[in-house]
């Protein structure tokens, strides 16, 4: 929380010369005020619930279906019926947030994302990831393409896909909780349905990256293996 929030805050001003509609709030993990009032002082731009209303932060998770904190939300204006209950405009924003991707407003939920930036899916969807830190323009490429080219399968369509192409962030993390080895040449095909009990199944590529090479994990990913 402590690095993320002067990224928050320049996104936060950034976003703010462009538009005034929207109000982003955090709900904050601190285990005590001090850490709170370290974050979150008179000139933070952005809203979080007091640290000492336990009632309210209860109340706004269960409203909101948070599902874990820490957590951001964004939402839209008050309505110009009346209601004085302002709509989400997204509740998974870390992503937009981190690459600073302003002109992407209302920031629409993405079904391929980049792992280095926003894991944030992990927890609550059934997941492909393609770990393949360090490939190469061509290898990225192709990655992304037949990423593309799996969402648009009906059956894909409740899978969300990841790739990872550097070795930073939660990436390093995940791939030793996976037990998958060090970084190799091919890249490495992770299935992983945390909701499911932590469950995951892997494929390790010793041939060329393809389409059909997704399809066939995705629809027979093999051998089950658990998240301890």
Same mark, same amino acid.
Request: overall charge neutral; some cysteine; aromatic content about 12%.
């Given at each position: 929380?402590?690095? *993320? ?14 538009? +005034?509609? *929207? ?17 979150? /002082?008179? +000139? /933070?731009?952005?809203?979080?619930? !007091? ?15 948070? /599902? ?18 302002? !709509? ?24 391929? +994302? ?10 609550? %969807?059934?997941?492909? #990831?393609?770990?393949?830190?360090? %490939?190469?323009? #061509? ?5 992304? +393409? ?7 399968? !009906? ?38 349905? #945390? ?17 059909? /090479? ?6 027979? !990913? ?7």
């Amino acid at each position: 929380c402590e690095r *993320f929030t002067p990224t928050l805050q320049s996104f936060h001003y950034g976003l703010k010369k462009h538009r +005034n509609d *929207f109000e982003i709030i955090m709900v904050s993990s601190d285990r005590n005020k001090q850490a709170f009032d370290k974050h979150f /002082t008179g +000139n /933070t731009p952005f809203l979080a619930l !007091p640290y000492e209303e336990d009632e309210v932060k209860t109340d706004f998770i269960s409203y909101f279906g948070i /599902t874990r904190i820490p957590s951001l939300i964004m939402l839209g204006p008050i309505m110009k019926s009346g209601d004085k209950v302002r !709509p989400i405009i997204n509740a998974k924003i870390k992503g937009f947030i981190e690459g600073y991707k302003f002109k992407e407003f209302p920031f629409p939920p993405a079904q391929i +994302n980049d792992l280095t930036l926003d894991a944030d899916e992990i927890y609550d %969807a059934r997941c492909l #990831i393609v770990f393949s830190e360090g %490939a190469s323009s #061509i290898l990225k490429s192709n990655i992304l +393409n037949t990423l593309r080219k799996a969402c648009t399968v !009906p059956s894909n369509r409740h899978i969300v896909f990841y790739h990872a192409f550097a070795s930073i962030g939660i990436v390093p993390h995940l791939r030793k909780a996976l037990d998958i080895g060090r970084l190799e040449d091919f890249p490495v095909l992770v299935l992983l349905d #945390i909701p499911d009990d932590g469950a995951y199944y892997v494929q390790k590529l010793s041939r060329c990256f393809n389409d059909q /090479t997704v399809l066939n994990f995705l629809a027979h !990913p093999g051998k089950r293996h658990q998240l301890i």
